[in-house]
């Protein structure tokens, strides 16, 4: 099993940045394919970026392409979230999630991953 912190959320003006930072538990992160979601209020869950178990090259939702980069270190069991030139419309809860695979695929679906974190708050204001 694998526990998921979520941290770094925060209010932000548009066009700045924020980092945000995923810290699991465990001693079997390399295994893990990990994921970003968000939901904003009263929109459905929808997928913001994934990393292969491996690292490397991530995979991204049309909508943050070009201004988002996630990134991992399996040394410090940790997924980041670099957002930058952020708009009001990034404002949601975002959640980081992990799911055990042998593979190297992305996953991009909500339930394609086993555990999920708490989520943390971005507020992009106008």
């Known amino acids: 099993q694998v526990q998921l912190v979520e941290s770094g959320g925060g209010l932000v003006q548009a066009g700045g940045s924020l980092r945000l930072s995923c810290a699991a538990s465990?001693?079997?992160?390399?295994?893990?394919?990990m994921g970003w979601f968000r939901q904003a209020p009263g929109k459905e869950r929808e997928f913001v970026a994934a990393?292969?178990?491996?690292?490397?090259?991530?995979y991204y939702a049309d909508s943050v392409k070009g201004r988002f980069t996630m990134s991992r270190d399996n040394a410090k069991n940790t997924v980041y979230l670099q957002m930058n030139s952020l708009k009001p419309e990034d404002t949601a809860v975002y959640y980081c999630?992990?799911?055990?695979?042998?593979?190297?695929?992305?996953?991009?679906?909500?339930?394609?991953?086993?555990?999920w974190g708490q989520g943390t708050q971005v507020t992009v204001s106008s």
């Open positions: 999630t992990a799911v055990s695979t042998s593979g190297s695929a992305y996953y991009t679906r909500w339930d394609d991953y086993d555990y």
């Open positions: 465990g001693r079997t992160f390399s295994s893990y394919a």
């Open positions: 990393i292969r178990r491996s690292g490397g090259r991530s």
